[in-house]
């Protein structure tokens, strides 16, 4: 092909991409002063989360009991300053009218909600503390603490996933959500911020676990990979649109075990105790302490 035929095939696409029919709905429209949240920075604001939560095992490794107050309020003040841009940024991606009209109060509540965000951290690592845990006590392969904090998908899974959770009940928009779906791609695990954790949870291996959005899970709850917390079809409104918000996931109760590619779909509740077999499908109610295992393979 001559060059010349490249300039028109490439002003061709140009001019196609450009036109508004053409980007209708897939661009968001840029307007100055509003700030779009950035991927790469919540993947810094992420990695100064895990330095703080789980100090030397990320970030600087020269941490001691000596230095540790000084390493957290360095990277306190660092991610707070962060986050409340973040914080912002959510915020006008979420606002009907212009992100630029009260700017300086959306300021003040992006400082607010990221204060309160790190307020919770003390506690989000008391919980954070009793999914190591589990992960420790439920794996006879794993050697020690450390080992299931540095190596474990389900740690940074589930630490991403407890810090959007929070988010998403301070009402930060979209942020929670790019939050857990940078852990889906770091480690295969798709929790959904609006799902409901308790403490002492566990996922062994991870990958291809998704926990869906109105899903509950109590406490000391293990998952294998593969696991699907799903909903079965939705109903649409006059217009064939889903209706968003409806409880359409499992609720699993205390102590529930489930092995690795079951799919449980709907809302149905796993009762307490109860162990779900590997690859079953199951869509309707488990009483308590149940056992629901498949037919074993025949030769
Ligand atoms: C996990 C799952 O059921 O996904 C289906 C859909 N995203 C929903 O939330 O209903």
């Not at 204060?115 to 006879?140: C, H, M, S, W």
């Not at 009762?271 to 498949?294: F, S």
Request: hydrophobic share 40%; glycine share 10%; charged share 20%.
């Amino acid at each position: 092909m001559s060059p010349m035929n490249f300039t028109h095939i490439l002003t061709q696409a140009v001019d196609e991409l450009s036109e508004s029919e053409s980007y209708k709905g897939l661009m968001h429209q840029h307007k100055d002063g509003e700030p779009l949240p950035s991927a790469k920075i919540l993947q810094d604001i992420i990695e100064l989360s895990r330095a703080i939560l789980f100090p030397g095992y990320f970030g600087n490794s020269t941490v001691n009991s000596r230095t540790i107050n000084y390493h957290i309020g360095v990277n306190i003040e660092k991610l707070f300053g962060l986050l409340t841009k973040q914080i912002m940024a959510g915020l006008c991606f979420g606002a009907s009218e212009e992100c630029t009209e009260d700017t300086e109060s959306k300021q003040a509540k992006a400082a607010d909600l990221a204060a309160k965000l790190i307020g919770l951290f003390p506690q989000l690592r008391r919980t954070l503390a009793t999914d190591v845990e589990a992960a420790y006590n439920g794996d006879p392969a794993a050697q020690s603490f450390g080992e299931v904090i540095c190596c474990y998908p389900a740690i940074k899974a589930i630490t991403n996933y407890r810090i959007a959770h929070e988010l998403l009940k301070l009402e930060v928009p979209l942020i929670p959500r790019i939050i857990t779906e940078m852990a889906h791609s770091e480690t295969g695990i798709d929790i959904h911020p609006g799902a409901q954790i308790g403490s002492y949870f566990t996922i062994d291996h991870g990958t291809g676990v998704v926990i869906g959005a109105t899903s509950i899970i109590g406490n000391n709850v293990k998952l294998y990979q593969g696991v699907t917390l799903g909903a079965k079809s939705f109903p649409l409104d006059n217009d064939g649109n889903p209706i968003k918000g409806i409880p359409r996931h499992p609720i699993l109760e205390d102590d529930v075990i489930v092995y690795s590619n079951a799919t449980i779909l709907g809302r149905i509740i796993v009762g307490k105790g109860a162990t779900v077999g590997g690859n079953i499908w199951v869509t309707e109610d488990v009483p308590p302490g149940a056992r629901l295992v498949q037919t074993k393979a025949k030769k």
